[in-house]
């Protein structure tokens, strides 16, 4: 079974995201009596390291509630990055994980597990991008149903897309000729007024 590739693998490997985790674990522990304080003795380091990975942690000193290192969503992310490294035991107290390995334990017992290989894609320059995102449009272009067709005449549209360019059309013209008709409209209208004057002195 593989698992899909999340998109936190997008800021790096696998085996990448489990080593910052594992970086971040050790100053945690290294930092775990500053932040919880001296008389939480019964605690040991990695209970602490533990508590502030996943879960929402409580500074004794304060009395105030902070919240994980990651979110679930992170969390999910790294568990699975972990099984594509084959570093699952080094997370600890992770609900995730656990709910992994349960999914795991329930699958039958000859499925062949394949995780992802950590490997980075190659990624191209912007400029051999554009080109190679030309050549398969230019490609598109002369295969499928349209090939040999004109560009104009792509495909049927709504009724709006078919009197676009007509109307296109009819609207530079009219703005062509707007000072006339502007001209026009006032000679009426001055005409009208003449005409609805009275011609009684009275």
């Not at 936190?8 to 945690?28: D, F, H, I, N």
């Not at 990695?46 to 990975?53: N, S, V």
Request: proline share 6%; charged share 30%; hydrophobic share 35%.
């Amino acid at each position: 079974m593989a698992f899909a590739p999340s998109s936190v693998l997008a800021r790096g490997s696998a085996s990448e995201l489990v080593q910052g985790l594992l970086r971040w674990t050790t100053k945690a522990r290294a930092s775990a009596p500053k932040a919880f304080g001296a008389h939480d003795a019964p605690h040991t380091r990695e209970d602490d390291a533990e508590k502030r990975t996943f879960r929402h942690w409580k500074r004794m000193a304060s009395g105030r509630w902070n919240p994980p290192r990651y979110s679930a969503r992170r969390e999910a992310q790294l568990v699975h990055a972990a099984f594509q490294c084959g570093q699952l035991d080094a997370i600890a107290g992770s609900k995730k994980k656990d709910q992994l390995v349960q999914r795991l334990a329930r699958q039958e017992t000859h499925e062949l597990f394949e995780p992802w290989p950590a490997v980075r894609m190659p990624r191209l320059a912007p400029a051999d991008d554009a080109k190679e995102a030309l050549r398969i449009a230019k490609k598109a272009h002369d295969a499928g149903p349209y090939a040999g067709r004109s560009s104009k005449r792509m495909f049927k549209g709504s009724a709006a897309d078919r009197a676009s360019h007509t109307r296109a059309q009819t609207v530079a013209e009219n703005m062509r000729t707007m000072d006339d008709t502007v001209r026009e409209w006032r000679q009426e209208k001055n005409l009208a007024r003449a005409k609805a004057k009275p011609t009684s002195p009275l």
